[in-house]
């Protein structure tokens, strides 16, 4: 090989190349894995309600009268512990993944900043848990109603007068997807066991503490979320009730810190800490 | 003088019985995860409201003046409900690796190189999350109501509540059994612990959304079937002979349970090969 | 001129177990063979020098620069690593292309050079199967691409014939000598002695962390002087060459292999003995059938200085 061609080695990569590098590297990865298939799957099942929705609507006995806007408003809930869910499957497994499996190594030995290769596969999660995300939330919205628009009232008012709420939705989904990604990814580089620790926060910090009055919920991403969210719906709506949501620009600014500050420790970690594939030491 | 002959001898006593190979993997499996100082700790951390609670039933069945609690059926319900979380955490931490790491390592050739059968493997690893899920789900609580009957000043608890043994027995072991199959099931479709406690976590948080959703839109307590705590929890009530506030039969919660026990138990007789097949 | 790898006093720890201690040595370009049994530290040693872990104590330097952390440096390091992984769902093809474009490769660029090292490995027929139905040999062969793909200076290959047939072993081994007759600096680690003999006579010796021997191999073996060297010698008459051999100073003991016509001579300076043996088969009519040195190889050398 080297006869023909004199030892040239690759491009020195700058820190934003790196990451570049890192994303189109990941996301392949990311995008055809069974975790996203799964995903995509337990995603489908709101667009399913919205059909089963319909469905029981247009039985006369039902007498359901009730917007098919205001069910896709109550379902928000659950559209949040979806992000949850996606950003927990995706953020742990951006280093977690390549830990299990002994691939690191083949990826720390590459000229790319480790802090770039960290960024970069997020980037990937991101994107991946965006897609799913996006699905969910449009295709829901759209069963829910424009599906009963059509089937019921006639038109697409309903389905065109909500979209503002829409776009609203999808900023906020894919932003807190985005702050959760950083989260877990962090968990991933950090503990031996991820899972875990990401569960217990996700499902019980932040599932619970966003809710309890005080100032201990100022301490999770889901209060603020909440606050932004233009639903009020399960939990949602006793927090609107006791008007305890933060303001805009504060949840804004500390949703924005949550993801500065855990994605500058994951790469932080990831860049100082060294990886055993002996698993008699995890 | 006769020499003996020191070399290799052929074993020639009895070869134990095929139907307890089983218990030799069952066997490793709970030394290896008890040698973990960790999950050890989280075990003896298991049974820490059941010391909370042996107190305050204590004071409450020896008359101690200020402690008016009615010691009966739904005290010990509610104490099976807060091992809930203990029991999702050995189902992840225990439960999730255990055929997901095997097959990770391309460890079940070298299993069923031995003279062990599919069920043999499977009942092994069974035996191994059962265990940890009976030690920290029915097991508090039963100690719980022991411990009851022994500090009652007389046989009046016995009397009323004798029943309340069986039932935290009853429910805990059916609980144990499904909820050991399901992520057995779950751990044989991944190559990772972290995929399989996504599916399981997914799974049990995601039905009982949907169900509740599918609820609020059919106007129905029907969806409330597709719940893994809803369906728990009737089940609860119905044994512990409370009222419920679960619209749902008992049986068809019951129906619920042995449906995901028999489709984990296929799942795990499709999954569990000798020889894997790359396509 | 520094040497392209230097090892300056290093040492590495976790927790009570030392698994590098206070080693120094430096890599010429060409072939060094590491040698040691398991636990030795090889691996650790090759993972300190690809900087996937620090040193606790003291200083590695690869082409002049620390490779922790120097992800620049890692354009001209390839790294073959002990452990079988691989993202199995992967074609071989696209697993070494993907990790050149990740390398920051054009694309078309990434596919010519993972096609050369696919030829140059020997993987070209397969590389469009997928990495879980390979062979071990195979694996170990895709490990070697992604390790050459990108051209680099210096080769850390630990363990690369591990799993390769009697046939692949000798690809790779050629493979190995032509890299290094290239200039390359290679290190490679192999429990196989005669292998790492057959790539290159410097090696390195470590045993428990540290370094026993660095050198030529039979410059080792040549400073242990004081150890008796074992010579077998196969006879028609074992009794009389027996006792002519223990008239000579140099012969310390002479051992009758039971069931055979042969006999194992020690003696304390070989070169003297070699020199004699002509004149004993052709004066003295001593008949010696076949001869050979059961010390003369890496194994011996290494058995005598871990005693």
Known sequence: MSEAHPLSPGPALSFPQ???????????????????????????????????????????????????????????QFILYYVLLTALAM???????????????????????????????????????????AATVVSGYTVFTLGDGLLFSGGADSFLINLPTLGVDLLLTLGALAVYITVFTFIGARFA????????????????????????????????????????????????????GAGRFESVVALALILAAFALLAAWTFSRREYEFDLSKR | MPIHDLSYRHWDGPLRGAGSRWRVIAEAGIRLLLARRRFAAMLMLAWAPALVQAGILYFALTGVQGVDLPIGAQFFQISMAIQFLPLVLVMVWAGSGLIAGDLAAQALPLYFA??????????????????????VYPAPPLALFLLAAGVAPDLTFLAQNWWVGFSILGYGVLVAVIGSLFILALSSMARSARIASVMFVGLVIFSDMLANLASLVTRSDLPLAFSAAKNMERLADAMFGLPSSVGIPWGLSLGVGVLVAVWSAWTLARRIRPVEIVS | ????????????????????????????????????????????????????????????????????????????????????????????????????????????????????????????????????????????????????????????????????????????????????????????????????????????????????????????????????????????DPRALAARLLTEQDVVSVRF???????????????????????????????????SSPDDNLQAVFDYLVR
């Open chain 1, 18 to 76: 790196g990451t570049v590098s890192a994303f189109h590297f990941a996301l392949p990865m990311a995008l055809w894995s069974r975790r996203t298939l799964v995903l995509g799957l337990l995603g489908g099942a709101l667009p399913l309600m919205a059909v089963v929705f319909l469905t029981v609507k247009s039985i006369p006995a039902a007498e359901i009268r009730t917007p098919g806007y205001i069910f896709f408003s109550n379902a928000f």
């Open chain 1, 91 to 133: 953020g742990t497994a951006v280093i977690a993944e390549e830990i299990d499996g002994r691939t690191l190594t083949y990826l720390t030995i590459r000229p790319v900043p480790k802090a770039a290769l960290l960024l970069g596969k997020a980037a990937a999660a991101w994107t991946t848990g965006a897609i799913l995300v």
């Open chain 1, 193 to 244: 066991r991820p899972m875990l620790w990401g569960i217990t926060l996700a499902f019980g910090w932040e599932s619970w503490v966003a809710f309890v009055p005080g100032l201990t919920r100022k301490l999770t991403a889901m209060h603020y979320i909440q606050s932004l969210s233009p639903h009020a719906s399960g939990r949602n709506a006793a927090v609107a009730l006791l008007q305890q």
């Open chain 2, 114 to 135: 031995k003279p062990i059968t599919r069920l043999d493997y499977i009942a092994g690893k069974f035996g191994v999350i059962v265990f940890f899920l009976l030690l």
């Open chain 3, 1 to 236: 001129m520094s040497r392209p790898v230097e090892v300056s006093e290093v040492s590495k720890w976790y927790g009570q177990v030392v698994a590098v201690n206070g080693m120094s040595l430096g890599l010429e370009p060409g072939v060094t063979g590491l040698l040691g049994p398991n636990g030795a530290g090889k691996s650790t040693l090759m993972k300190m020098l690809t900087g996937q872990i620090r040193p606790s104590r003291g200083r590695v330097e690869l082409l002049g620069h620390v490779p922790w952390n120097d992800p620049d440096l890692n354009r001209r390091v390839g790294y073959c690593p002990e452990q079988d992984t691989f993202y199995e769902w992967m074609t071989g093809r696209r697993f070494v292309t993907a990790l050149l474009g990740l390398a920051g490769f054009e694309r078309a660029e990434a596919r010519r050079r993972a096609e050369a090292a696919l030829a140059e490995v020997g993987m070209t027929e397969v590389g469009d199967k997928k990495i879980g139905g390979y062979s071990k040999g195979m694996r170990q062969r895709i490990k070697l691409a992604q390790a050459i793909a990108h051209d680099p200076e210096v080769l850390i290959l630990d363990e690369p014939v591990s799993g390769l047939d009697p046939v692949g072993r000798r690809h790779i081994i050629d493979l190995v000598r032509k890299w290094g007759a290239q200039g390359r600096t290679i290190l490679v680690s192999t429990h196989i002695l005669h292998e790492v003999e057959a790539m290159t006579s410097a090696v390195l010796l470590i045993h428990h962390g540290r370094l026993l021997a660095e050198g030529d191999v039979h410059e080792i073996r040549d400073l242990i002087d004081e150890h008796p060297r074992l010579i077998t010698m196969v006879t028609p």
């Open chain 3, 257 to 291: 292999e039971r069931g055979s016509r042969s006999i194992t001579a020690e003696t304390v300076r070989p070169d003297e003995f070699y020199r004699r043996l002509p004149a004993l088969v052709l004066q003295e009519g001593v008949e010696i059938e076949e001869m």
